[in-house]
């Protein structure tokens, strides 16, 4: 009878010289592969108990509704219709509204030279009004932060010398402005 090959499994990386025989497990083709179907069987068997109490809840509340509306008359059967029908429709409409607000504030953010990554987190302001005042201080704070930098890396735009010929004896453009007649 031929021995079955073995697979030896490390917990850790380490260097050879660190392992000690009690860190390496030696498992056979067999063992190993029934470690893998344990482990598969148990996590198959958790989330088809989570499907079961999932479907076993909307069960229960489509009896729950089944009950309530064999107990109605034709009219509140009715008006209940209405009302899911209402509650649906606002639905829809919260999130169409929500979907052009969406579009709009990357639509703003691109026209302002803004990241566009920001979107989702004015989105989450809900209103366009408070949106478009968002973006405008933070257009504003950026343009005046660039500013500063920009000044601050130039000096304040003043010349780093003070030597300077003009209005001196040997002032080359009062020599031409002479000449003009200037």
Same mark, same amino acid.
């Given at each position: 009878?031929?021995? !079955? +090959?073995?697979?030896? /499994?490390? +917990?850790?990386v380490k260097n050879e010289s660190e392992q000690t025989q009690d860190d390496v497990q030696q498992l056979t083709a067999k063992e190993l592969q029934a470690l893998k179907d344990s482990?598969?069987?148990?996590?198959?068997?958790?989330?088809?108990?989570? =499907?079961?109490?999932?479907?076993?809840?909307?069960?229960?509340e489509a009896k729950k509704q089944a009950l309530a509306e064999s107990k109605m008359t034709?009219?509140?059967?009715?008006?209940?219709?209405?009302?899911?029908?209402?509650?649906?429709? @606002?639905?829809?409409? !919260? @999130?169409?509204?929500?979907?052009?607000?969406?579009?709009?504030? *990357?639509?703003?953010?691109?026209?302002?030279?803004? +990241?566009?990554?920001?979107?989702?987190? &004015?989105?989450?302001?809900?209103?366009?009004?408070? *949106?478009?005042? =968002?973006?405008?201080?933070?257009? !504003?704070?950026?343009?005046?932060?660039?500013? /500063?930098?920009? *000044?601050?890396?130039? $000096?304040?735009?003043? +010349?780093?010398?003070?030597?300077? $010929? &003009?209005?001196? *004896?040997?002032?080359? =453009?009062? @020599?031409?402005?002479?000449?003009?007649? =200037?």
């Amino acid at each position: 009878m031929a021995e !079955e +090959p073995t697979v030896t /499994e490390t +917990p850790d990386v380490k260097n050879e010289s660190e392992q000690t025989q009690d860190d390496v497990q030696q498992l056979t083709a067999k063992e190993l592969q029934a470690l893998k179907d344990s482990t598969y069987d148990k996590a198959r068997n958790d989330l088809m108990e989570k =499907f079961k109490q999932d479907q076993d809840k909307i069960v229960e509340e489509a009896k729950k509704q089944a009950l309530a509306e064999s107990k109605m008359t034709a009219d509140e059967k009715a008006q209940a219709e209405w009302e899911a029908k209402n509650k649906e429709l @606002a639905e829809r409409a !919260e @999130a169409i509204k929500q979907r052009e607000l969406s579009a709009d504030i *990357t639509k703003q953010l691109a026209t302002a030279g803004l +990241p566009v990554e920001l979107s989702d987190k &004015l989105l989450s302001l809900g209103d366009a009004k408070a *949106t478009d005042e =968002f973006i405008s201080t933070i257009k !504003e704070v950026i343009q005046k932060q660039a500013n /500063e930098e920009i *000044t601050k890396r130039t $000096n304040g735009g003043k +010349p780093k010398s003070s030597a300077s $010929n &003009l209005g001196d *004896t040997d002032d080359p =453009f009062a @020599a031409a402005a002479k000449k003009l007649g =200037f």
